[in-house]
């Protein structure tokens, strides 16, 4: 009777349980997020992702399970959007502390959003290119992550430029810019920012829970 190698039974654990408790987690999130949002139409714009999503990750799993620090980085942008989306992003307490605190002109919320937007995504394209792509070990590869980062970003803008043009005034809350005529161009950065330190603090983690993901033909 085959025996499991030292280690692999609590590893073996670990993989089975985390994604239950982060789809309990982030269910939970939704339900309260929902809750008497500020604006409805708002909260459905910025957490359509998290609904779209959190399926496509469950559905995929057998087939194409993802790293734990993935599914745990994943779950953290998951709820930053949902508060994002129950108060809109120009309105979350948290935010109104830390501008009291250090004396800012807007409600910072925003601009974490943004960080997030390019610091967990850069660890989901990183994961998908070592993954199915010849980039493993390429220098090549922390570049063009980077890039795929900012071209989501970009998408993201352009999509509230829809929602602006459509919407006019009654997107605002959507929008989050409060005044800032600079604001799209501090949302790509802030993406940008997030993007690079990602790479530069979880690269070698990242290499570390992959190499523990099974390997499948």
């Not at 609904?51 to 087939?63: E, K, Q, S, T």
């Not at 980062?149 to 929602?163: G, H, I, N, P, R």
Request: neutral net charge.
């Amino acid at each position: 009777m085959p025996t499991a190698l030292p280690g692999t039974a609590p590893l073996a654990a670990r993989r089975r349980r985390l994604p239950a408790a982060l789809v309990v987690l982030v269910l939970a999130a939704v339900a309260v997020s929902a809750w008497r949002p500020e604006d409805p139409v708002t909260w459905l714009l910025e957490t359509v992702w998290v609904l779209v999503g959190l399926p496509l990750v469950v559905l995929a799993r057998r087939r194409f399970p993802l790293s734990d620090l993935l599914c745990c980085l994943l779950a953290a942008h998951a709820v930053v959007l949902l508060v994002g989306g129950h108060y809109t992003y120009a309105q979350v307490p948290a935010g109104d502390w830390v501008r009291d605190l250090l004396g800012l002109e807007r409600n910072p919320y925003d601009r974490f959003g943004h960080l997030m937007q390019g610091f967990v995504p850069a660890l989901l394209v990183r994961e998908l290119l070592v993954r199915t792509s010849p980039l493993r070990g390429s220098r090549w590869l922390a570049p063009l992550v980077v890039c795929a980062c900012l071209a989501v970003s970009a998408v993201f803008e352009m999509l509230e430029w829809a929602a602006a043009v459509t919407g006019g005034h009654a997107a605002d809350a959507f929008l989050a810019t409060q005044g800032d005529e600079w604001d799209t161009q501090w949302d790509m950065f802030c993406a940008l920012i997030g993007a690079s330190l990602s790479l530069l603090l979880l690269g070698r983690l990242h290499d570390r829970r992959l190499a523990e993901l099974p390997h499948r033909p």
